[in-house]
């Protein structure tokens, strides 16, 4: 742990979901097929112009007032001039001067304590295609290359690595939530550039800022995070912090380390202006009066009212809210008046595992809300027991036919008082000398008895009726 104060600024990269870029009508969807999805537009080849996808402007504007942004009264882009191989038009369409959203604010859980965080901008842009680097060549690939881009830049306010993941998790939550985005780090959706500086605790001026470019993983993220204060403290207790420099740094996963790409002494000369080829527009407050109202309950709201309504631990309710799929699924099960610790048990611990397990989404699960409805039902009535419940479970996802196919008159359990009493006084007749040494204090034997009733109705008898009608015979 550092002994110096951590600052930490976030840059946040997330490609929008639409049908088609944003400037231009080349699908916008993951493909592992080299540019197959581009337009003469997405190459810049001469004579064509953008025109601006008024769905992914809604998503941003959308993503701005869910992070208390203030919105602009006339929406426009920038060109950013800069000369890179993956940017066929040797600049790149964002915005600059007045963004989508700027000085916004949002609280997050950080291990059960809210963390204020700032939020300096989000904007729109098109994402650059992408290098596919080989031993002798390179190669590009402009499916990305016109992707909506939102980047949302924070303000220095993070003071740790647990700080600025969390804020990322809750970030592709909230992108997630929002249906804006799948926000999915494997197929490059998620990217992040990381500003670290360590500073004395009592002092007032920021220290040096270096840059870590291009984290593609939340865990990468921690890691850089992690190793780069530890490489800044350690020059500092060397009296060697004139070594720290403004500089861009990339994160190596296999030595762990961050590695110098570049010096950055002075901030790169863009030449932003406005860009020519789109004209600016009037955003209306009818129209974000819209977007407003297609916000949804949001994962931190979302975890309120399973702790406060449905009475869920924490802990449950934390595994619920993160993802979406499966907020969506408990609430469905609530809806169709499960009980809703019951309905968090069954999700948390049977139904994700068997998904990680087997590596499929929640969506191509087969036992859907309402199927999984069955089981509990007749758990609840008493109808079958706990084993029986989790073996119709398996049973039913393995030849993926309703659980109901399952319970049976033969399976059923026995709840029945008067019939599980007449087994039971056949079996303590029958054990004159355990029932003698269970009431001369060797109360374990309780369990013998409970065993011997399961043995005579094959399991099938209910273990708390069981055990109560025990009781009394007993004591």
């Known amino acids: ?76 882009f920038d060109r950013k001039n800069y000369y890179y191989p993956d940017l066929p038009k ?105 500003n670290v500086s360590i500073m004395d605790e009592n002092a007032t001026e920021l220290g040096t800022k270096v840059e870590i470019k291009n984290i593609n993983s939340f865990g990468n993220v921690y890691d850089a995070i992690i190793y780069e204060v530890k490489r800044q403290s ?59 109202k297609d916000i949804p309950v949001l994962p931190r709201e979302r975890k309120e009212k399973y702790i406060n309504e449905y009475g869920l631990s924490e802990y449950d309710a934390n595994v619920i809210v993160r993802e979406k799929a499966y907020a969506d699924y408990f609430e469905e099960c609530v809806n169709l008046r499960m009980n809703p610790k019951t309905a968090a048990n069954w999700l948390t611990v049977q139904i994700i595992a068997y998904i990680n397990k087997y590596e499929i989404e929640l969506k191509d699960f087969y036992l859907t809300p309402a199927l999984l409805n069955q089981i509990i039902k007749e758990l609840a009535a008493g109808t079958i027991s706990s084993k029986q419940a989790k073996e119709i479970f398996f049973k039913s996802l393995e030849e993926e036919k309703e659980p109901k196919n399952y319970i049976t008159k033969d399976n059923a359990q026995i709840s029945s008082k008067e019939v599980l009493e007449d087994i039971i006084n056949k079996i303590i007749s029958n054990n004159e000398q355990q029932v003698n040494e269970y009431k001369n204090g060797k109360t374990n034997l309780f369990d013998y008895f409970v065993g011997q009733v399961m ?7 209910n273990p708390t009726i069981v055990k109560d009608i025990l009781k009394q015979k007993l004591d």
């Open 234 to 292: 350690e020059l500092k207790d060397a009296g060697r912090y004139d070594e720290v420099v403004q500089e861009t740094r990339r994160f190596d996963e296999e030595s762990g380390t961050t590695i110098h790409m570049r010096s950055k002494v002075d901030a790169i000369d863009y030449k932003y202006f406005v860009e020519p080829n789109i004209p600016k527009y009037k955003i209306t407050k009818e129209w974000l009066e819209e977007i407003k």
């Open 90 to 194: 040797g600049y790149q369409i964002t915005q600059s001067h007045d963004p989508v959203g700027v000085n916004g604010k949002i609280i997050i859980d950080v291990n059960g304590k809210d963390k204020e965080v700032l939020i300096h901008d989000i904007h729109l842009e098109e994402d650059a295609a992408s290098l596919d680097h080989y031993y002798d060549t390179s190669l590009i690939d402009y499916n990305r290359a016109g992707v909506p881009l939102l980047e949302l830049v924070t303000e220095p306010c993070l003071n740790s690595a647990e700080e600025a993941v969390a804020f990322l998790e809750h970030m592709r939550r909230t992108y997630q939530y929002c249906d804006v985005s799948e926000a999915d780090t494997k197929k490059g959706q998620i990217r992040c550039d990381v």
């Open 1 to 76: 742990m550092s002994k110096y104060k951590v600052v930490i600024g976030l840059e946040m990269h997330c490609e929008l979901k639409s049908n088609s870029k944003v400037f231009s009508s080349a699908e916008n969807s993951y493909n592992e097929i080299p540019n197959a999805n581009i337009r003469p537009v997405d190459m810049a080849f001469p004579g064509t112009l953008p025109v601006v996808n008024k769905e992914c402007v809604r998503k941003a504007l959308m993503m701005s007032m869910v992070l208390g942004c203030t919105q602009p009264e006339y929406m426009y």
């Open 455 to 461: 043995k005579e109705t094959r399991g099938k008898a």
